[in-house]
């Protein structure tokens, strides 16, 4: 007789029950594959920088502006890794669309490609120590990469908690029961 063939007694059945519902040691490991995972969770170390230092250094990504004579590019910094995200006019993709590379259209179409690139990769938050004159070329780029969705404001980064403090940081990624509430109170009027 084949096994398979073999009548079901109810000690095979139980011996089968037991090997399925058992839970069997993993020898996976989980890989987080999102390097700025922490600092979306606002829990990353961001340095602090010296507090003589000018612009400082306390974020996690910055917006860094060149503009030569003749070209303009654009960089997303991150303070460990370096250059994260790049635009330039010298880009072939982008210098074909231009008349110019240095003029007003070029640093406007610019910000919207920077913009673009930097909601692909996930970052919508970077700090932008550039000063720009109003009504200038500069200024027009640092306003349409806001107009496209990126804040240069971070978020401050949460405290350490002990358990002898008496207030405690509400954390972003665990939503209340008051939270919930006023966001279903203008819903329901």
Avoid at 56 to 77: C, F, M, P, Q
Avoid at 96 to 105: A, G, I, M, R
Wanted: one cysteine or more; glycine letters at 4%; charged letters at 25%.
């Amino acid at each position: 007789m084949s096994r398979s063939a073999r009548p079901l007694t109810s000690a095979r059945v139980l011996h089968k029950i037991k090997e399925l519902t058992t839970p069997q040691a993993s020898t996976e490991y989980v890989i987080n594959r999102n390097p700025r995972n922490l600092e979306r969770l606002r829990i990353a170390y961001k340095p602090g920088g010296y507090h003589l230092e000018k612009p400082g250094r306390s974020y996690w990504h910055t917006l860094e502006i060149n503009a030569s004579g003749r070209y303009v590019s654009a960089d997303v910094k991150h303070f460990e890794n370096g250059t994260i995200l790049s635009a330039s006019t010298s880009e072939w993709a982008i210098k074909q669309h231009l008349y110019k590379t240095n003029d007003t259209s070029a640093f406007v179409n610019l910000g919207r490609v920077l913009a673009h690139r930097c909601l692909q990769s996930g970052i919508t938050e970077m700090t932008c120590n550039v000063e720009a004159v109003p009504g200038s070329k500069l200024q027009k780029l640092l306003k349409t990469i806001q107009d496209n969705g990126v804040s240069f404001t971070e978020p401050s980064r949460l405290p350490n908690e002990q358990p002898w403090d008496e207030k405690r940081h509400e954390k972003p990624w665990e939503v209340s029961e008051e939270a919930l509430e006023v966001l279903e109170a203008p819903k329901s009027k």
